[in-house]
């Protein structure tokens, strides 16, 4: 509802139009409160969740968690027959694999766990892992525990499966619409600024993920949350480990320094080889970034990928010629100049 004014007042205001966001929506509006509102910045999903893989494993550290995604499972299997929207949920099962002696006591730690939870999860020799995934190198394989609950879904179809059964039950979303300052009185919320106007509220449902903590000091709450990235990766690079996805392009930006931005691009022309990570983004003859992943993407019937790139390459529209290890070069357009952080506070390296 980019259009639509906002309402003077609403019992709950949701912000945040990703995952969290949509499922708080959607089962406050099941739960009768059906004048609920959510306010999302940009687009929905536009957050994390759109870049989520939405791998829905059901065992989690505790047992709580554990229920909760039990009962998600349930809810997505539901929520299609209920809404007429997929959500893309697949029950396929996954394989832990364990290619270290730590990493299957761990395992099969996890194993036991899931006994503990009532969650199914059954200890596999490798030759049975391999036979469930034939894909798979088992050489190195110590061991595998094979969880036949697990399974994914499409995160943006079920953000979409999700809001349409709140609007269904009357809840309404607004999207561009960023909430700038949340009023209080006494120590409750009272109502939101935003850049459409204000909208006084009863209660606030803070879903804003990565940027929750900005948001909590607008009412003068301190929220311990801090988002990191990369952690992994650093200490593989720092341990010298052998081949991972994106270790090519963390190499290359410690090699290069200088000061780039991560940005979004697309290939429009369908019939040109795909490039591949850590391809050199050139200007002239001279490096101005590296590409840091690239897909084709079928839905969108054409490639889009991330790169990191020079500061004056990096606005939307902006060529960037991706040399490819052969030597030729695709053309490539500069589509999103943001990624994870749309105030652009966190995006230079
Ligand atoms: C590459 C990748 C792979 C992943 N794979 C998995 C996986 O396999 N399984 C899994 O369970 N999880 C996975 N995750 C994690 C999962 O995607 C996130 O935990 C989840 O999407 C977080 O959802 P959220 O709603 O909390 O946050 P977000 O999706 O980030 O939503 C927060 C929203 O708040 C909005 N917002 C911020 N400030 C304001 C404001 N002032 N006013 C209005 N709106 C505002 C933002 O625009 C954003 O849309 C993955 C994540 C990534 C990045």
Redesign the pocket.
Known sequence: MIGEDLPGQASVVV????????STLYHLARAGISDAIL???????????????????ALRSSRNLTNLIKYSIDLYSALEAETGQATGWINKGSLSIATSQDRLTHTLRQKALADAFGVEATAVSSGEAKERWPLMNADDVLGAVWSPDDG?VN?SDLCAALTKGARARGARIYEE????AIKTKDGRVVGLE?TRGKVGCDAVAL?????SR??ADLAGVSLPVWPCEHFFMTWAISKKKPFFVGGRSLALRDRHLSRRKLVGFTIEDSGVPLPQESNLVMRDSEMVGFVTSVVRSPSLNKTIGLAYTARDASEPGSPLAIRQDDGTVVEARVVAPHF?D?DNARQEM
């Open positions: 912000i945040g139009g990703g995952i969290m966001g949509c306010l999302e910045r940009n687009k929905l999903t536009s957050g994390t969740t759109w870049h989520s893989a939405a791998q829905v494993r994914r995160p619409t960023a909430v700038t935003t879903c804003t993920g990565l940027w900005r948001m994870y749309p």
